[in-house]
């Protein structure tokens, strides 16, 4: 992960490591590069990361979550997608359209409250 430009990104993606940059480029790099410093924060493409952060990206791009909030976001992230869920099995079921439980409502929490209910 860079802001930088990367050479032959697509050529790296075939083997199976993720690549976030912020361009490519047709140059080389120099071919000894030792890092500056370690275990310090820096700056990439506008957002501060600090040692420990954790990072994650997928094909719609890179998000940092900061350390301490990591796994409170991590919660959060996995109730949004059961929440998701139940709202797709039950449009799905009952033939109708979700947008009725957009933004997350009353009608949204009883949906996913039943769900949860008959997942466990």
């Not at 120099?30 to 506008?46: A, D, K, R, S």
């Not at 796994?71 to 929440?83: A, K, Q, R, S, T």
Request: overall charge negative; some cysteine.
């Amino acid at each position: 992960m860079t802001d930088g430009g990367v050479r032959d990104g697509h050529k790296v993606i075939r083997y199976g490591y993720p690549v976030y940059a912020g361009g490519s480029t047709p140059t080389i790099g120099e071919p000894n590069v030792l890092p500056y410093e370690v275990n310090e924060p820096i700056q990439c493409g506008g957002v501060l990361v600090w040692p420990g952060d954790v990072i994650l990206g997928d094909e719609d791009g890179v998000v940092v979550l900061p350390s301490k909030l990591a796994l409170e976001i991590y919660d959060e992230c996995v109730h949004h997608d059961e929440v998701e869920q139940a709202i797709l099995d039950h449009t799905q079921k009952e033939g109708i359209s979700p947008k009725f439980f957009y933004p997350f409502n009353s009608e949204t929490e009883k949906i996913y409250k039943a769900w949860k209910a008959r997942q466990d």
